[in-house]
T-cell receptor, first 113, second 111 residues
Framework: DVKVTQSSRYLVKRTGEKVFLECVQD?????MFWYRQDPGLGLRLIYF???????EKGDIPEGYSVSREKKERFSLILESASTNQTSMYLC????????????FGSGTRLTVV | QKEVEQDPGPLSVPEGAIVSLNCTYS??????FMWYRQYSRKGPELLMY????GNKEDGRFTAQVDKSSKYISLFIRDSQPSDSATYLC???????????FGAGTTVTVRA
């Protein structure tokens, strides 16, 4: 089975800090995604990457950036954390344009105080 | 109008009941359809996958796709308390990198 591992389950950071969320997948998937999930708003796509060093903005990229230096690793960066970025962050990967669906990580619950 | 509409519920049913969940969509290019189950404080996991129209059954779960009506359904028979979760529909086209998700329906099965 494909495994998508997010480095932290829970994080608490201060306003203005630079925050790194790490995601690693172990099945050689080309595509990787970062979503945030908030009650009543569902899943919202922040960024995705369809190849190493390639990235595309999703629906809500403001305040975020990403890095994909290696195929298996996709990092989400909050340049200057704000309280409205308190959320559940989900990483996912897929093979073949997502035709067979995504595999999600367990999520990182980020609280910005 | 959202590309994928899903009633968020919540839905509460007694143990043993049939749970019926559905989504409607507007993009006729969608060809593959999925249901994900998400337990509290966990990531979504793929539950059912269907390509194009038709039915697919897996144990107590049945997924139905009606492309002519742009409507998909998930049925859970003999529901158990362990089925209590949020269920998200998702769909995409063959040229898409991104899936389109419904908002999710929260289901509680009462023992």
């Amino acid at each position: 089975d494909v495994k998508v591992t997010q480095s932290s389950r829970y994080l608490v950071k201060r306003t203005g800090e630079k925050v790194f969320l790490e995601c690693v997948q172990d099945m050689d998937h080309e595509n990787m995604f970062w979503y945030r999930q908030d009650p009543g708003l569902g899943l919202r796509l922040i960024y995705f990457s369809y190849d190493v060093k390639m990235k595309e903005k999703g629906d809500i990229p403001e305040g975020y950036s990403v890095s994909r230096e290696k195929k298996e690793r996709f990092s989400l960066i909050l340049e200057s954390a704000s309280t409205n970025q308190t959320s559940m962050y989900l990483c996912a990967s897929s093979l073949d344009r997502g035709v067979y669906g995504y595999t999600f990580g367990s999520g990182t619950r980020l609280t910005v105080v | 109008q959202k590309e994928v509409e899903q009633d968020p519920g919540p839905l509460s049913v007694p143990e043993g009941a049939i749970v019926s969940l559905n989504c409607t969509y507007s993009n006729s290019a969608f060809q593959y359809f999925m249901w994900y189950r998400q337990y509290s404080r966990k990531g979504p996991e793929l539950l059912m996958y269907t390509y194009s129209s038709g039915n697919k059954e897996d144990g107590r779960f049945t997924a139905q796709v009606d492309k002519s009506s742009k409507y998909i359904s998930l049925f859970i028979r003999d529901s158990q308390p362990s089925d209590s979760a949020t269920y998200l529909c998702a769909m995409g086209g063959s040229n898409d990198y991104k899936l389109s998700f419904g908002a999710g329906t929260t289901v509680t099965v009462r023992a």
